[in-house]
């Protein structure tokens, strides 16, 4: 996954950029970058690291102008390298700007007909450069020297033609304005809000709704799959259906995992879908187990708590914060390599010894993927002096592989694919192991039915892909090519960085 903003304002921008991204950061960890536009002139600094670390004063001092594109990274394509770090910049036509959240499921393809027919040159294995030439192309053979807002919308249509995949994407042309662009299945979040000033009003797009609120913006609206949203330099706002069939399918695990929960996807609370995770887990222990016999819940920090927390108060047992997470480790899920997972997880978790000595502990994790956490928790909760550890997951089993940008290329690193549920309880070394069915999960999400989104992309869970083109194929080509082995490999390769004058 991956955080991506763009801002149109009436004075500089850098600062904002920079706030948001820090609010996004929870969404990439591997690199961070900003292009601001003074002029006709683009502005650039991006590297490997936190937000806090690549943009230092000198930085931020060079990154003038009132428009500008931000990205935090985590990789799911290409390598992690610096020279795939966003946003990227391809020179004709016009200059523009991309930074990209999601994964192209057509890459290859695309590529090949990128060099073969619009004869362009690809710098990287990055699916994003991919997105931004075919913007590029479509937008060249507009043929125009003024470019308006019918060609952005027209080069956008054609974008929407040729890729397949997950992409919510956020550009900037200098001299003209910036725009956002979500696929046509909505799969990747993407919302845009305004703020007044006294010299006028100016836009943000961004990822998640929480950038807006600690900005000062004002949630307008979620960007409609496969509709484009353009606002010029001089401040005005177009948006346009450039999709010829767009179906919102949110990819559901943006709700378990990714998002903030105070940030609001497609007019739902991340956190109360969360809280009716809880409940709808509670319901199933008391439906399959109305005689158990927990002691405590006790949540895996961090984003398992709100739904922790509701089932405990729905089970009417004690909830306790067992474990105490370090602040300055940042999320192991979604680190890069297994090796550094492992050891985070030791690192950035302890447990307090007298909240499970001698009791019956449930303890709750928001998901369960690779096993990694919830392995070494169950230990870490035995030799904590625990009596009996029973585990729930607020996410019924991930047991295929992710194409849409969350890096889970390989079904054979997912602890629950090919294995039945007792399998993976015995595996992660639990007394009893509940977790949540997908239809309570879709419920949960969809406020009972209450929502306007009546389809969510779960191909983690049941292996059904909404862009209806992911083959047994792909995917094993894909688990050859990304798998923890094969990233370790290209990891050890450096690559040359072609690009705007990058600040250091
Ligand atoms: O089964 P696994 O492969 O270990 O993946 C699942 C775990 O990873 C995530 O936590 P993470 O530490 O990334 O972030 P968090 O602090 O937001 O919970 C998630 O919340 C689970 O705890
Ligand atoms: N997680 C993402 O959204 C990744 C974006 C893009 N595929 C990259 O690897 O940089
Ligand atoms: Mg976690």
């Known amino acids: 996954m ?7 304002g009436q004075a500089p921008v850098n600062q904002s950029l920079y706030d948001a991204l820090l609010v996004l950061q929870h969404r990439g960890q591997d690199a961070a970058g900003i292009v601001t536009c003074e ?3 683009l502005h650039l600094r991006k590297d490997n690291g936190l937000a806090r670390d690549v943009f230092q004063t000198k930085h931020m001092l060079r990154l003038r102008g009132n428009m500008g594109v931000g990205h935090v990274r985590y990789p799911t394509a290409g390598a992690s390298s610096s020279a795939e770090a966003q946003p990227f910049y391809v020179n004709s036509p016009h200059g523009i700007v991309l930074a990209h959240n999601g994964n192209l499921t057509n890459a290859e393809e695309l590529k090949r007909d990128l060099i073969v027919e619009d004869l362009r040159h690809l710098n990287t294995e990055s699916d994003s450069e991919i997105l931004l030439n075919i913007l590029a192309h479509e937008l060249q053979i507009q043929g125009r020297l003024r470019i308006d807002e019918q060609d952005i919308f027209r080069a956008v249509a054609g974008v929407h033609r040729r890729c397949r995949g997950g992409y919510a994407a956020v550009a900037m042309i200098p001299g003209f304005g910036v725009f956002a662009f979500r696929d046509p299945h909505g799969i990747r979040p993407l919302v845009y809000g305004r703020r007044e000033t006294p010299e006028g009003a100016e836009y943000m797009i961004a990822s998640e709704s929480v950038a807006l609120d600690t900005s000062g913006f004002d949630l307008v609206s979620d960007v409609a799959p496969g509709e484009t949203v353009l606002i010029t330099l001089d401040g005005q706002l177009h948006t346009r259906q450039c999709a010829a069939n767009p179906v919102l399918s949110p990819c559901i695990f943006e709700f378990v995992y990714f998002a903030r929960p105070d940030s609001i996807i497609d007019n739902i609370s991340v956190h109360k879908a969360r809280s009716r995770m809880g409940k709808k887990l509670a319901a199933k222990i008391k439906r ?3 005689n158990h016999d927990i002691d405590v819940v006790i949540p895996i920090p961090d984003t398992s708590r709100t739904a922790a927390l509701q089932l405990a108060n729905q089970l009417g047992v004690h909830y306790a914060e067992g474990f105490i997470k370090n602040r300055y480790i940042g999320r192991t899920f979604i680190m890069p390599g297994q090796k550094v997972r492992k050891r985070s997880v030791r690192q950035k978790l302890n447990a307090i010894d007298l909240e499970f000595r001698r009791k019956n502990v449930l303890l709750v994790d928001d998901s369960i993927v690779r096993g990694t956490t919830s392995q070494q928790i169950i230990q870490m909760a035995r030799d904590a002096g625990a009596n009996r550890v029973y585990f729930a997951s607020a996410a019924p089993p991930v047991r295929f592989p992710n194409v849409y940008g969350i890096d889970m290329p390989a079904a054979s690193e997912l602890i629950a694919h090919g294995r039945t549920e007792d399998e993976v309880a015995r595996e992660l070394g639990t007394d009893r192991l509940i977790f949540q069915d997908l239809e309570d999960l879709i419920d949960a ?23 209806g083109d992911v083959t047994p194929e792909y995917l094993q080509a894909l688990e050859d090519r990304r798998n923890d082995g094969a990233k370790e490999q290209r990891a050890a390769r450096s690559e040359s960085i072609l690009d705007l004058h990058n600040s250091n």
């Open 288 to 290: 399959e187990w109305p």
């Open 2 to 8: 991956c955080g991506i903003v763009g801002i149109v």
């Open 445 to 467: 999400v969809q406020k009972k039915g209450k929502s306007h989104v009546d389809r969510f992309d779960t191909s983690v869970f049941d292996g059904q892909y909404v862009t």
């Open 39 to 41: 002029g006709g002139k």
